[in-house]
């Protein structure tokens, strides 16, 4: 038999984009034949991973893992909301959580070469993603993670596997998995006022600004409005100014000093948030497809 070598399987790899153990398999198999190898990879995974890996990923879930003070918030997608309640794809989403609280990987690609084996696939976390791109038949990605390992208690809440939040804090952990539920609820996108990025309250103030001039009323007044505008809206995004979801008399700050709880910051993950979704016309694909054979007749 001949001997497979290391070459050979990236070569393979390179051809087909199929897991690195499926490559070695499949030139086993065709003992070192190169091109009969291919055909059995494309005859098992009929070209899936290649041709899914330029397919946009918007859908997916976000996942979480705690362990003492370390933890990690996860999110992992993929192109249907079918398959986000996939057995084999969720245990990889679970699984690529607990390896980034457990490794501390400094980017997706150092995740994605992590010891991870399932089912048939590994042996790193990567060739279990490519492999089952081809055992399902879409594209799925890692897209962002955040890990945490400090002084302070971890609190999650994920609502359903769309949204996701953890939380670090230091007093009580129901008050603190309220503070969770709360930000996957309202949103806030800072702690307090002053840690509201510069960019965010600018772009409220353009638009204030252009509310305001459109009144007619003198340049002092206008001005009043514009920053009337901004503080209101710092009020609303900053997570200790908003109204507790759960008691609208309080803000979140006062129903934390009232459990004698900290939190000193939050991480909140909303499922293919910024992701162009691609959206079929198939009233265009249609005329297109039309013009298309126009043009060739």
């Not at 362990?67 to 996860?74: P, R």
């Not at 309202?186 to 103030?205: C, F, G, N, Y």
């Not at 920053?227 to 809206?233: A, I, L, T």
């Amino acid at each position: 038999m001949a001997a497979i070598t290391a070459s050979m399987v990236a070569e393979l790899r390179a051809k087909t984009d199929a897991p690195m153990m499926e490559c070695k398999k499949a030139l086993t198999e065709a003992e070192g034949d190169m091109a009969k190898a291919e055909e059995l990879l494309r005859v098992k995974l009929g070209s899936k991973a290649g041709k899914a890996s330029s397919r946009v990923t918007a859908e997916g879930v976000v996942t979480s893992f705690i362990s003492g003070n370390t933890g990690a918030l996860l999110e992992v997608n993929c192109e249907t909301d079918f398959v986000t309640k996939n057995d084999s794809f969720l245990a990889l989403a679970e699984a690529a959580a607990k390896l980034v609280a457990e490794h501390n990987p400094a980017s997706i690609e150092a995740l994605g070469a992590l010891p991870y084996a399932q089912e048939s696939f590994g042996p790193t976390l990567e060739d279990v993603r490519k492999g089952l791109i081809g055992k399902i038949g879409e594209n799925m990605s890692f897209r962002r993670f955040k890990r945490f390992d400090g002084a302070h208690k971890l609190a999650a809440y994920l609502h359903g596997t769309r949204i996701g939040v953890l939380v670090e804090f230091d007093g009580d952990e129901t008050a603190a998995k309220d503070v969770a539920m709360h930000v996957a609820a309202m949103k806030p996108v800072a702690l307090t006022s002053a840690d509201v990025p510069a960019d965010l309250i600018e772009k409220e103030r353009s638009v204030a600004a252009a509310k305001a001039a459109e009144s007619g009323k003198p340049a002092d007044i206008v001005t009043k409005m514009v920053e009337g505008s901004v503080q209101k809206y710092l009020k609303e995004v900053s997570l200790f100014d908003q109204t507790f979801v759960k008691n609208d008399k309080q803000t979140v700050e006062q129903m934390l000093k009232t459990a004698n709880t900290k939190v000193a910051s939050f991480t909140l993950y909303v499922v293919g948030e910024g992701i162009e979704k691609k959206v079929d016309d198939f009233a265009a694909e249609v005329a297109a497809q039309v013009a298309a054979a126009k043009q060739s007749a």
